[in-house]
């Protein structure tokens, strides 16, 4: 596997690719979160920087990258303070990368983007569809079958693309996920995220609906 070993000086690469033919055509049937390449950097905890061109491998938790035509993965993450793709701000926790939103309050929201990968349905000799042909469980996909630099993911395999939330508490990411567990997080402030809820119906599913929900809770961290 191809891997960026990231160095503790300021490297700048040179690139003699165009980001456009990395384009994907099917965002239904990639594991990359963006349709294209996109210019940004990363930062180190050195404070130095290297520029280059990306897009975030949601099936394998690995930020990518092109150097003189190949596609690379970021290594040695822990050396990594940020990575900007474009003016969008990811973060390494363990071995992946989250997203930052709200990041100029006391509580930012932290996505993880991940992707489910099942087989497509039989087709059946009337032009439809059979479930029971389905297999349930497609691990093998990616330690078998893909790559992390495969830009499309075969039409015989379903993609479906999804995000958990964080938060971060006492240095600890806490995953965000229903109500309930909202109010585990905040037990004196159950009534006031009770009447939010009530309120304004948040998906738990939504980005959108999240960022309102911690902007909420950033005022009760105050």
Do not use: W
Not at 145 to 162: E, G, H, I, M
């Amino acid at each position: 596997m191809r891997k960026l070993l990231v160095v503790t000086s300021c490297i700048f690469f040179v690139f003699t690719t165009n980001a456009q033919s990395y384009l994907v055509d099917d965002l239904n049937q990639t594991v990359f979160l963006y349709p294209d390449f996109k210019k940004g950097k990363v930062l180190l905890k050195n404070k130095s920087e290297q520029q280059a061109i990306f897009n975030y491998n949601m099936l394998f938790q690995q930020m990518i990258y092109v150097q003189n035509s190949v596609m690379m993965a970021l290594d040695e993450i822990d050396k990594i303070d940020t990575v900007f793709v474009d003016t969008v701000k990811f973060v390494p926790v363990d071995t992946s990368f989250y997203e930052v939103r709200l990041s100029n309050t006391n509580l930012p929201l932290f996505i993880k983007y991940q992707v489910d990968i099942t087989p497509a349905a039989p087709a059946t000799p009337y032009g439809g569809r059979s479930q029971t042909g389905a297999v349930q469980n497609i691990t093998s996909y990616r330690f078998g079958v893909a790559t992390p630099y495969q830009l499309k993911v075969s039409d015989a395999y379903n993609v479906r693309r999804f995000a958990e939330y964080y938060i971060k508490r006492a240095d600890n990411f806490v995953h965000l996920k229903n109500a309930k567990h909202l109010k585990y997080l905040y037990p004196n402030q159950e009534k006031a995220i009770g009447m939010f809820i009530k309120q304004h119906h948040p998906s738990f599913n939504n980005t959108g609906d999240m960022e309102r929900l911690v902007s909420f809770m950033s005022n009760l961290d105050k």
